[in-house]
C-alpha cells in the first residue's frame, strides 16, 4: 500500500512541472483569446473635403445583406456627419448604404477617433447600439437617426409624421471572442 496514490505522483518538483505547465497553458489561451477579440474596424476618414471611405465596402455590403435578408441589393455607400434628435443634440458620423430600387436606408455607428472613423466591432452592455444595425425602409423622410432619449441613444426612422409609414429593422452582430 506504501506505493498507492491517489491523485498521481506527489513528488514535490513533479507537482511544480505540473503547475508551471498549467500556468504556461493557461497563458497560452488567455492570449489566444485576446487575439481573436475583434477589433475595430477602421473604414473612413475625415478629410477637408468630407470623409474618404477607407474600409472595405463589399464586406460591409455582404455583412449586412445578410443580416437584413437582402441577398441581391446594390448599395450605394456615404459616410454622414449628423445631429442627434430627441432630449440633445450630439454630432455622430455613420455609414449610410442605400439601395434606392427597393427605398432601403441601412446605418451603422461609426466611431470618431484622431481623423479616422471606425466601425465598432467590440460589444459592451453601454454601446449595443454602435454594434447595431439598421434598416429603414420607406420614401424619403425615413432615413435612420440617432435619438437621445433619457440619456440614451437609439437608432430610429425618420421623424414621426402623420400619414408617413417607416419599416423600422435592426440587427445587431455579435463577433466571436
Known sequence: MDNFVIFGNTNPLN????SFLNLI??????SAA???APDDELFARITPDGFQITGDRQKLGDEISGLISEKDANFEYSVI????SGDRAETYFAVLL???KR????ARWLEPRDSG???VRSFANDNYWQVMTTACTGDSGCEPIVSVINA???WNCGTPIEGKECKKTSAMTMYDR
Open 15 to 18: 507537482i511544480r512541472m505540473k
Open 117 to 119: 472613423l471606425y466601425l
Open 152 to 154: 440614451n441613444r437609439q
Open 34 to 36: 485576446a487575439q481573436s
Open 81 to 84: 456627419k449628423g445631429k442627434t
Open 98 to 100: 442605400r439601395d434606392p
Open 25 to 30: 497553458i493557461a497563458l497560452g489561451c488567455l
Open 103 to 106: 427605398n432601403i436606408t441601412v
